[in-house]
């Protein structure tokens, strides 16, 4: 059976998005993007052949590009073959609420110019929404529907933003385009441009697809890639995980450096960073297991799998108790989530790893005053808790928590004179 290059949903969506820019580009991408440009020379031919053939090539534009939005939220990595339809209605609707938005820009800018640009800014930030829901369920009305707009918008958060910015730049493009028509000979623009904005088409429906993709499980989808691809037997993580395994057992570090290779690339699924740290403790690689540490809880961080992020700083804590994670912005939260699940003295190491690595950071306020409270939770170490609020006062007289630091050091006070 033929390959099935597939994306895992786990990859991060920045990611994603630095590599969506070479999406067109490739393979049937290219392809299609050169013989859509070298096609636009048709548009100059006397006649009503001029005007069909624009219609034609917008048709089979945006119709390819929804087929490849189709392609990536399945979970294909790469741009679909021309002709391959894999959801034909919502094709069809894609198509077509695309050409209505250009045809309806194009009689704007004839009849009434002023509203082109109120127009466009519409039309960018409706579209995204209508090709995602007809991506969802094919359904035109339910697509037309502004609460399914808002409803699409509302799950997607700011990343909303990115297909809207794509909209934004071809509807510019598209317009420059005409207008710098009379600036260059037109048998270099035509097809310049037509290169440029049918690149800009495909990438934008390629990161729409990708976002679906990514929260497929948001919506009730079932990406088709992974199943064809473990129907070929092509599940590569899988697969290198076997053969891991039965190398291990010769050669750890031969193995090590199957799994090193494969973690280099973000995405990789937990199974191989769990068998690389289980390989680099077999070996007492302890600086190893630790650098390992940190790069894999940046990962789950961002992520957003904090509680297994958690475990991992645990145990690289065991190995050396002067561990923190190296981003402020990782070791933080981590201390107060640890709080927060009752593992008091995990994280009042986090939170005085925190203070010692970053004691003029603006956090360390907030973090001193989380591991001073733990401290005070702690009878036989109250008198740090008084060590390090004086510290606080002293180093941050005028912040906003200095009635908390006060009023945790009368709390003190107060109970060793009781005591």
Do not use: K
Not at 286 to 301: E, P
């Amino acid at each position: 059976m033929t390959r099935v290059a597939t994306v895992s949903p786990d990859t991060p969506f920045f990611e994603r998005f630095i590599a969506g820019f070479g999406y067109p580009l490739r393979g049937a991408g290219l392809a299609t993007c050169t013989a859509l440009a070298l096609a636009h020379y048709a548009v100059i031919l006397p006649a009503f052949i001029g005007v069909f053939a624009t219609f034609a090539l917008w048709t089979a534009t945006w119709r390819y590009a929804a087929t490849c939005m189709l392609h990536t939220a399945n979970g294909y990595a790469d741009p679909t073959n021309i002709g391959v339809d894999e959801n034909p209605a919502a094709g069809r609707g894609l198509t077509a609420v695309h050409l209505f938005a250009v045809a309806l820009c194009v009689l704007s800018g004839v009849l009434y110019p002023p509203a082109v640009w109120p127009l466009m800014i519409l039309f960018a930030i409706t579209l995204p929404a209508i090709d995602m829901s007809l991506a969802f369920d094919g359904s035109i009305e339910l697509a037309l529907s502004p609460v399914t707009w808002w409803e699409v918008m509302r799950r997607f958060g700011a990343a909303y933003l990115i297909p809207v910015g794509l909209n934004l730049a071809t509807g510019a493009l598209i317009v420059g385009a005409s207008a710098a028509t009379s600036l260059l000979p037109r048998l270099l623009s035509l097809p310049l441009f037509a290169f440029a904005y049918t690149y800009l088409i495909i990438l934008n429906l390629h990161l729409m697809g990708a976002m679906i993709h990514t929260h497929h499980e948001r919506f009730g989808l079932m990406p088709e890639a992974e199943t064809l691809a473990a129907e070929n037997g092509q599940n590569e993580d899988a697969q290198l995980l076997h053969d891991v395994q039965a190398i291990a057992s010769s050669d750890r570090r031969a193995a090590l450096g199957m799994l090193a290779a494969r973690l280099q690339h973000r995405g990789a699924p937990p199974s191989l960073h769990q068998a690389y740290r289980d390989l680099l403790r077999q070996e007492g690689l302890r600086d190893a297991l630790l650098v390992h540490g940190q790069i894999w809880i940046a990962a789950l961080m961002a992520n957003g799998e904090s509680r297994r992020a958690l475990g991992i700083a645990q145990e690289c804590m065991e190995l050396d108790s002067h561990f923190v994670p190296d981003d402020p912005t990782t070791a933080g939260p981590l201390a107060e989530l640890a709080a927060r699940s009752g593992m008091n003295r995990l994280a009042l190491r986090l939170s005085r790893g925190f203070l010692a690595r970053w004691p003029r950071s603006p956090e360390a306020p907030h973090y001193g005053l989380l591991a001073a409270r733990l401290l005070t939770a702690m009878p036989d170490r109250q008198a740090e808790a008084a060590v390090l609020l004086g510290r606080l006062v002293a180093t941050w007289p005028d912040h906003p928590l200095r009635g908390e630091f006060d009023a945790l050091s009368q709390q003190l006070h107060e109970h060793t004179r009781s005591a």
